[in-house]
């Protein structure tokens, strides 16, 4: 039996609601899956721990040739590091079975006892958790060795540690005594510190840099140092402090915080406080997912929240920002960014975009959400961790609004529709729809449920059953003026998730007007250069559903670029250079191929991320799959920037050029620089930010 993949889902996933333990492993044993997944719940029940799921099933087709059968092992967990240990235990003791020796169940059973005594949190510490989790408060152990704990989320959050009696709400002054406490939560904020010894942690030797605190500012004048020495100071609670940097790779990291707060004895009072507060410890949290739009939607979203004055954590493809302070950088989607931004005291306000990935490697960061969005589902990412169909992966997406006290729905998406079976007790739903005629939108209506849609090319909104007129879908700058049609859905989606929030017609109306996306605020999705005669199209479109939608916004610019009533101009052709990352099926690269065929006049296919093909053969498959429907002229290359040159040079005035999956907007700009440097330069003008 050999362990070939493992992982730790820490919250709500597609298995069970609880935490997870998941194995992939290989062996040849008839009930390999099943025995090891009794075993490690054994072993866990063994040391009292209170486990009762499991789950098995035998993987088609993913072992090679030759190779045993594959199995998918799940386990609920209460410990991690109980649960690997467990998995390991398990895995020997069925492997000296197999070598037909007796199992030493007593000595494992024995060894894992001890790791588990070595963790246990005292009686009056588990007594207080209960207490806090059947008032409904959010409860978090930071650190399995350390006894640290997070009771609720973002301000209003409390920290618990049992030998700290005298200290305020987040142990600040115990914090900055314990060193390893300290680091944990430096970690979870996503910064960086130096490498030591778990058990002996000590400051480091190397040249440092102390970096002074006053009224929450970082006296310094490189950016990157006050960011960093800033959100050190705030994840400790201090407005005061001196913050000790060491060199890092990228940004320096922290070695000491060094302050003297004042003494406090707000810890007295927790139990007090969490029951008198309403909100139980929690924020305001939206969770945005679906296949397509999740990064606009969630930035227009956070625009809005904090333009209406909350502090806003937000978590996205863009990176983490906290109260407008860039936390973090490239794709930010899953658990431990989302994490980060609920255990920031300064948070108010939380906006995560929640990425397929990451609800499949490390499960859903937060038990519930005040709103959750569900934007669509269709075919990308099929054939990866267990997910075959769209079905499978409308179950992985529905995570999100099954944890939602509302759930916002398209409704004109027949898996968003049926995720409403999967709300929790409960739980409302607010549609959404392009389509004011849609069926399942009128009947929510009637029985008087809320919903967003378009009517006239107005956004409407209905609320406990009074209609408003919250805004023309032209005058958000997103829909390239009504062009752009998947962004007035996503507009409709955003302000669904804003109503349900509570947030007001005007508040909802002022954060889609002057939400901006563009390649500096929002790269990669649908950024529109303007060169002369020509217009150029950025997108991060990888998949069918994004290609033809992209299509659309393409099509409606070229036919603005080249007809005239005045002139009787032909429209402009739309040319496309296009790809797909290499681990996508081969019928969906084929489906691929099909659909930009059928909707671009000339394709110039290129080899993006092979990951795991051979170089140039996942364009071969899109290639083959466009010739194979007819239509488009089709070209095919090694790399992203021959194809853009190419395509570049075919255009003719009034033309539309498509770039689509791209990595960053650079790649763009460089392919084009050294056939015509003019151009580039202006590309680059448009894609700075504005001052």
Known sequence: ??????RLLRGANLYSPTPCIVAVIESPLAEAGPQLAYTVRFLQQACGEAVEFMYAELEDNKAAAGDPPRWRVVVQYTLEHLAQAALAAAVELIAATGRGEAPDIPAAVATLRALAESMALPAATQALLREAAALGVPVQRISEHGGLIRLGWGQRQWRYLARADDDNRLLTNTLLRERQLMRSLLIEAQLGVPAEDFHAPQRQEGERLRVQILNGVAQHADAAVRGVAQRAAATLGLAHAQVDLLPGRRLPKVDAVLAAPPPSQEQHGLLRALHADPARGRIPVIGITGTNGKTTTTLMIAHAVQLAGFRTGCASTQGITVAGDLYGEGDCTGYWSHRAVLASPQTEFAVLETARGGLLKRGLAYDRCSVGVMLNVSDDHLGMDGVD????????????VSAADT?????DDAHCVAARARLAPGARAVYFSMKPDNPVLLAHLAQGGDAVWLENEVIMLSQRQVRQRVMPATH????????????????????????ASGFSVMQISAGLSSFESNAATNPLRSNVFELGAMTIVLDYAHNPAAYSALATLARGLAQGQGQSKATGQAPGRVLAVVTSPGDRRDADLARTGATCAAHFDELFVYE???????????AQIIADGARASGGAAIHTYDHAAAAVQEAYLACRPGDV??????????TLIEAIRPIDAPAASRLAQQAAPTA
Request: hydrophobic share 55%; proline share 1%; aromatic share 2%.
């Open 389 to 400: 169909t769209v079905e499978q992966l409308a179950r992985v997406k529905s995570l999100v």
């Open 407 to 411: 759930a916002v729905l398209n409704a």
């Open 657 to 666: 050029l498509v770039f689509a999956c791209g990595t960053e907007v650079a």
């Open 1 to 6: 039996m050999r362990i070939v993949q493992q």
């Open 608 to 618: 993006s991320a092979s990951r795991g093909r051979a170089h140039g053969e996942a």
């Open 476 to 499: 958000v700058p997103a829909t390239s003026g009504g062009l752009a049609r998947y962004n007035i859905a996503n507009s409709l989606a955003a302000a669904a998730a804003l109503a």
